[in-house]
């Protein structure tokens, strides 16, 4: 009765994800969620990301997104 009102479902990016780098733990999560927070804070590191240029940033996309389709 209590909790999520969805259910539990699977999603085939996180069992690929999940596949491709056997990391289930959810403390890996938090730790990169607060990475996340901390840099979010930093102007100089996002603005490191945002001189990126476009053509390594859709590479990247593309091997990661191919990663988790995996």
């Given at each position: 009765m209590f909790g999520t009102?969805?259910?539990c479902?699977?999603?085939?990016?996180n069992v690929g994800l999940l596949g491709s780098?056997?990391?289930g733990s959810r403390r890996v999560i938090q730790i990169a969620a607060g990475f996340m927070i901390f840099f979010s804070i930093l102007g100089k590191f996002g603005a490191l990301?945002?001189?990126v240029?476009?053509?390594i940033f859709?590479?990247?996309?593309?091997?990661l997104f191919g990663l988790v389709g995996e």
């Open positions: 009102l969805s259910g479902t699977v999603s085939a990016e780098t056997r990391v990301f945002a001189s240029p476009f053509p859709v590479a990247l996309y593309c091997v």
